[in-house]
């Protein structure tokens, strides 16, 4: 399917809040306004024309050091129509926050915790905005660029047990 009347249909619905795209092997790409994501999402969703009903995937960049931005990934796919979309917003490095999508798509909740949890973006909205992968005591944000390669964390259960003291 060809993917330029998408782009199209949302570039008309919302233009101010489309701030860049680009089409690579029939996948399209649109940078989002930060407040707008929710708004966008449920238009990729409820238009029956567009019908993006699987969110396959949700995901953090650090960009912090060339842009000083944080981007979440989106990636869209319409099972019906059989096209995908992908959408990135920036979220700034000093407000790292954005709204939840998981009203929209349920599968956001586990994918918005790990980009939470990896990154320190907070979703506002989140009904259980809570570790996922690391431990509650696990300090820093593990795939961030800044993030120590040689750092330690403090001492976990796990590693009481390890040493035989518990």
């Known amino acids: ?39 966008i999402a449920r238009f990729l969703k409820e238009d029956e024309a567009l019908d993006f009903d699987f969110l396959s995937d949700l995901c953090g960049v650090d960009r912090v050091a060339t842009d000083n931005v944080f981007e979440v990934v989106y990636h869209l796919y319409s099972l019906k129509k059989n096209h995908r979309i992908r959408l990135k917003v920036h979220v700034p490095s000093d407000d790292p926050c954005l709204s939840t999508v998981t009203g929209i798509w349920k599968t956001a909740d586990w994918h918005e915790r790990e980009t939470y949890d990896m990154f ?42 390890r040493k035989g003291e518990a």
């Open 120 to 161: 320190g973006i907070a979703f506002e909205g989140h009904p259980d905005l809570r570790k996922i992968l690391t431990p509650e005591d696990f300090e820093g944000y593990p795939l961030r660029k800044d993030y120590p390669l040689d750092g330690r964390q403090p001492t976990t259960l796990r590693d009481t047990y």
């Open 1 to 39: 399917m060809d993917i330029e009347p998408v782009s199209t249909a949302i570039k008309t619905r919302f233009p101010e809040a489309i701030t860049g795209s680009h089409i690579f092997r029939n996948e399209l790409t649109l940078i989002v306004k930060k407040d707008s994501i929710v708004d």
